[in-house]
């Protein structure tokens, strides 16, 4: 009993240590839909469900795959300070300046969007339904990663400042609490972006620059908050789970004044003018016959396989 109530605990401690926690992946991809143009709902809509649940699909397959991982960060204080122009450079030359291994061991997330988008691109060119949906799922997954403070800092999880925990607080406790209840995901419309790499870089650079301040305030919060107040035991996905205390939360939510919202609601934003950049490049295909296309049922084993195989890994893991 007490050795599945710690797997419990263990799993739902690993679940939180992903990027933007899976709820709020989900959540960004779902609203994502809405901003776009009528003639991308005709494929779009009817996917929703396909496109919410493959979301969380690339942090599923970091268990698998070991290139997987660096794909969805960049320690960009590796590089000293702002403004990093002699590391906002195309990939090969990126690779030439700094070499490949030592790029992929500080995350690449700022390239690979550049990939992703080419990937989606040259799916709406082919008209390749199942290939537009799976790539439009992953896109999204990175776009929203390149939002979250945290995911452009070496301290990460706050391993170097005391404050281990942090990211999953930051990227699931809070917009889990609040995000549904109190937050306003109206962002207007999907926009045409005339270069994806600049404006990737330039939320990329608007993480790093907050990622101080989310950890400088919680270390300050939880410097005169009482400690015995900062948990709460609380049943989550059906498991006993130690998280950060409500009024915790909501006071550090208060802090960082609307920041996790701002960066969600930016996510949305951001991943729907991606998927519409990319079908514009494509020359605006006709989706209505894509949407015809039957989905194949290899594709929702797949989903499965890594499902299985994720919370298979991280039972097996140990919470740092
Ligand atoms: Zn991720």
New binding site residues.
């Given amino acids: 009993m007490k050795k599945l109530f710690l797997m419990g605990v263990v799993l739902i401690c690993c679940a939180e240590a992903?990027?933007?926690g899976f709820f709020a992946?989900r959540l960004i991809n779902r609203q994502a839909v809405f901003l776009l143009p009528p003639e991308m709902m005709r494929l779009f809509k009817p996917s929703i469900d396909y496109l919410t649940e493959q979301a969380?699909v690339?942090?599923s397959r970091?268990y698998m795959i070991p290139a997987e991982g660096p794909?969805?960060?960049i320690d960009l204080d590796h590089y000293g300070r702002p403004p990093y122009n002699h590391l906002i450079l195309p990939w090969p030359r990126a690779c030439e300046r700094f070499s490949e291994d030592s790029l992929q061991a500080h995350g690449i997330v700022p390239w690979w969007i550049q990939t992703m988008l080419g990937r989606l691109t040259r799916a709406f060119c082919d008209g390749n339904k199942q290939a537009i949906l799976k790539a439009a799922a992953e896109l999204g997954?990175?776009v929203?990663?390149a939002h979250v403070p945290l995911?452009a800092c070496s301290n990460h999880n706050g391993q170097k400042t005391g404050q281990q925990g942090i990211h999953g607080f930051w990227e699931s406790r809070i917009p889990e609490l609040l995000a549904e209840a109190e937050w306003d995901f109206f962002v207007g419309k999907a926009s045409y972006i005339m270069d994806p790499f600049t404006h990737t870089w330039k939320f990329v650079l608007e993480s790093a620059a907050a990622a101080d301040t989310v950890l400088a305030e919680e270390a300050r919060l939880s410097a005169i908050w009482p400690a015995n107040a900062r948990y709460a035991w609380e049943i989550r996905n059906g498991a006993l789970t130690r998280q950060y205390s409500r009024s915790y939360a909501r006071r550090y939510n208060e802090i960082l004044d609307g920041m996790v919202e701002r960066r969600l609601r930016e996510s949305i934003h951001a991943v729907a003018s991606y998927w519409l950049t990319a079908w514009v490049n494509a020359g605006q295909p006709d989706l209505a016959p894509i949407a015809a296309q039957p989905t194949s049922e290899a594709e929702s084993r797949e989903f499965e396989i890594l499902s299985e195989a994720w919370k298979k890994s991280i039972i097996g893991k140990s919470c740092e």
């Fill in positions: 992903n990027a933007w992946h969380t690339p942090d970091r794909r969805h960060f997954h990175y929203a990663d995911h």
